[in-house]
């Protein structure tokens, strides 16, 4: 994501496409984690891949902010088959709007732009700095003492049997009186090759390290002498600021005054009216939700007469039918004549009783005629029951 921003600022994106577009700059992890607002993200994306399409002078219609997003990472798909670009990713890494595949699809678009317009990155030059007086000495090297140990040891013994050597002659010699010590000779020129010799060994070189503010001690006093010089005249220009805003504010102030004491009858009459219009509002509602009621009212009414209406139809229809009226003749006729049917076996059974009971009387006492009373009612029908 830094190289892409590295390009894009060579590309100076920052004038021609964030303030033409009214986007913010972007940051160094923006399309490496996803966003507080996907969708806000993934326009960027496309956004600035338009962009990037449009400086190849190839023809791609932007996407929207609510276009599809599906529609869209597929376009982006094409177009960047068109230019060649091996993708290996699916259109639904680029629906998410971050990853490798956002990532890789605006480096490729990024590195056709620059290679195009002829821009090709140069390598740093670094000064080197010249010490003569000093010896190079390695950077990387450890610093340890375990060399200059062996190389003074040498030293260190011909001391040791010079030292030796005097104490012996001290011991075998008597003393007369008292002597001074002797004083060896010392060449000059030779110890200043000694010096410089041995002062590259001694010397201890210290990595620098931008956290330490030893470094920054010089820039930080640099910057408080430039404080200081600036801050006089930068205090008299906001004093002078100071003193302007704070006329300007009783000007404002002083004028507002003067308007609300020119139009307070109108503010007056605002008032007046403001509480007209919602007194008449809550009247509306009242009024409405009235209307709702009634209108709930008149349709169930509405439903209550479709009814009645309906059974009236039904009860003219069967009123106007005479259908019923000939079935009830037609049942009429029928009762009549089971009635007739039940009437003969009526007859018939009491017939055979009567004539049950006369034989056995007949058999129980001697010959007496009997005359039998037939019922005034029945007598038409045994003499049916006889003629039959």
């Keep these: 994501m830094d190289d892409i ?10 004038n021609k496409f964030c303030k033409d ?68 990713y699916g259109p639904h890494k680029l629906k998410q709007g971050y990853g490798e595949a956002v990532l890789f699809a605006l480096q490729s678009l990024v590195d056709r732009v620059l290679a195009q317009s002829g821009f090709v990155f140069q390598k740093p030059t670094h000064k080197i700095d010249d010490y ?6 390695d950077d990387d090297a450890e610093v340890t003492t375990d060399n200059i140990e062996e190389k003074f ?18 011991k075998s010699d008597t003393p007369k009186g008292p002597t001074l010590p002797p004083r ?64 300007t504010l009783e000007k404002i102030s002083s004028r507002e005054k003067y308007i609300n004491t020119q139009f307070e009858s109108q503010i007056e009459e605002q008032r007046v009216l403001q509480d007209q219009i919602s007194e ?5 509602n009242v009024s409405n939700s009235n209307v709702g009621e009634l209108s709930t009212e008149l349709a169930r009414i509405s439903e209550e007469l479709d009814a009645v209406k309906t059974r009236m139809d039904e009860i003219g229809n069967g009123m106007t039918d005479s259908q019923p009226l000939v079935n009830i003749k037609k049942g009429m006729g029928k009762l009549k004549i089971d009635i007739k049917q039940m009437d003969l076996r009526i007859g018939v059974v009491e017939h055979s009783l009567l004539q049950a ?7 129980e006492t001697p010959f007496v005629s009997i005359n039998i009373a037939y019922p005034v009612e029945r007598q038409g029908t045994y003499a049916r029951d006889a003629s039959l």
């Excluded at 011909?158 to 104490?167: G, K, L, P």
Aim: a negative charge; aromatic letters at 10%; one cysteine or more.
């Design 5 to 14: 921003l590295d390009k894009l600022k060579v590309l100076d994106y920052n």
């Design 21 to 88: 577009a009214g986007f913010p700059p972007l940051t160094r992890f923006y399309f490496m984690a996803p966003a507080q607002n996907p969708n806000e993200q993934f326009f960027m994306f496309t956004s600035l891949f338009s962009w990037l399409i449009h400086k190849l002078r190839m023809e791609f219609e932007p996407p929207g902010q609510f276009d599809d997003p599906n529609a869209s990472a597929a376009n982006i798909v094409n177009e960047l088959k068109k230019l060649g670009v091996v993708f290996e």
């Design 132 to 137: 003569p007086e000093e010896a190079e000495v």
């Design 153 to 170: 040891q040498p030293e260190e013994e011909e001391e040791e049997a010079f030292m030796d050597a005097v104490r012996s002659r001290g």
């Design 184 to 247: 060896p000779k010392v060449d000059q020129a030779e110890w200043k090759l000694e010096v410089e010799r041995v002062a590259p060994m001694l010397r201890v070189q210290i990595s620098n390290d931008n956290k330490d503010w030893r470094i920054h001690l010089e820039q930080m006093a640099t910057n408080h002498s430039t404080i200081i010089s600036s801050l006089s005249e930068s205090k008299s220009q906001l004093g002078k600021l100071h003193g302007e805003i704070e006329k």
């Design 280 to 284: 008449l509002r809550q009247k509306y």
């Design 357 to 363: 009971k006369a034989s056995a009387l007949i058999c």
